[in-house]
């Protein structure tokens, strides 16, 4: 499968690895507006690099992943869809909502694969809760709360912590549930970043289905937790560590989890839904829902108010 990169910056140049490294998959070419970066970055993983994405577009590729600032999604997601090319674009899915549903309208009508790197639907320890939460051992899920804190990135600048890191526990939460989320409310703040850089996010899904994420960017020390409690138990998940524990009256269950890179799931998930035709797990319509949550929570912290979302 002929695969290319646009985008090599902090996460592009983890698909350029990975992708490099993929059985039956060529990589082509790798796309930057930084010459140096393009052309180091080919160099190391000996493919061709390109200054214009429309150039490397014009490889015949299968796919590619588009791994640009977010306000290029939607321009460069557009043009890679007129070449009848599947696509993965990382989180979020575009900068507005009409974007995004434009995106999702013209992959359709092309019949293409669009993708939305929601990382941690991938993540091990997620698709064993997953597993758990389907299959009932917790029985009925009623809240769900995670923190995902850390040190302040500075290459971050075009957006606060809820669109950046809060996107990312939104989406797992409503993936858990099975749900769509339909009211937010966030108390936030900017204390180190012109925009917000600390919050916490009350989520409701249908009536009394919680979520809460509480993220930021003050803490020393990164810390990547969620916890799931049922009406049978409570399990408690490690990101980083990628383990999940079961806790009910009786037992305290470590569950098996087979530790493998997040992203490396992600993208051979992709190859896979093309070779074989299957249906993604993080498509456009979900990334929409995720985005429209994180607007909605953004829009509650500015008003001080509960926000609703259809």
């Known amino acids: 499968m002929r695969i290319g990169v646009i985008g090599g910056g902090a996460m592009g140049q ?3 690895r990975i992708y490099s490294e993929m059985k039956d998959v060529e990589l082509i070419g790798i796309c930057d ?3 140096n970066r393009a052309i180091s970055l080919a160099r190391s993983h000996n493919t061709t690099p390109y200054f214009d994405h429309n150039e490397l577009l014009a490889q015949e590729l299968d796919a590619v992943s588009i791994v640009v600032p977010t306000t290029f999604h939607y321009n460069v997601a557009m043009d890679v869809i007129k ?6 674009v990382e989180k979020p899915i575009a900068d507005t909502l009409e974007n995004a549903e ?3 309208n013209a992959a359709h009508d092309a019949k293409l694969k669009l993708m939305v790197g929601h990382i941690e639907r991938f993540n091990p320890a997620v698709s064993k809760l997953k597993e758990i939460v389907d299959a009932g051992l917790l029985g009925k899920i009623v809240s769900i709360s ?3 804190v850390g040190p302040f990135n500075p290459r971050i600048r075009d957006v606060g912590i809820i669109m950046d890191l809060g996107v990312h526990d939104i989406d797992v939460i409503s993936y858990l549930y ?4 339909n009211e937010v409310y966030t108390i936030a703040g900017k204390d ?3 925009f917000e850089d600390h919050a916490s996010i009350l989520l409701r899904c249908d009536t009394n289905l919680s979520g809460m994420v509480e993220t930021n960017w003050l803490t020393p020390h990164k810390i990547r937790n969620l916890t799931a409690i049922g009406l049978k138990g409570v399990a408690y998940l490690d990101y980083i560590k990628q383990t999940v524990e079961l806790h009910d009256e009786g037992w305290i269950r470590t569950a098996k989890v087979e530790q493998k890179e997040p992203l490396k799931n992600e993208l051979e998930h992709f190859i896979r839904s093309i070779r074989n035709d299957t249906q993604v797990i993080s498509d456009g319509k979900t990334s929409k829902h995720a985005l429209e949550v994180a607007m909605a929570a953004i829009e509650s912290y500015q008003k001080g108010k509960a926000i609703g979302i259809n």
Do not use: A, V, Y
């Open 14 to 16: 983890h698909h350029i």
């Open 33 to 35: 507006t930084d010459r």
């Open 83 to 88: 070449t009848g090319t599947h696509l993965l």
């Open 102 to 104: 434009m995106m999702i």
């Open 146 to 148: 995670s923190r995902r």
């Open 178 to 181: 099975n749900k769509k989320i």
């Open 192 to 194: 180190i970043h012109s």
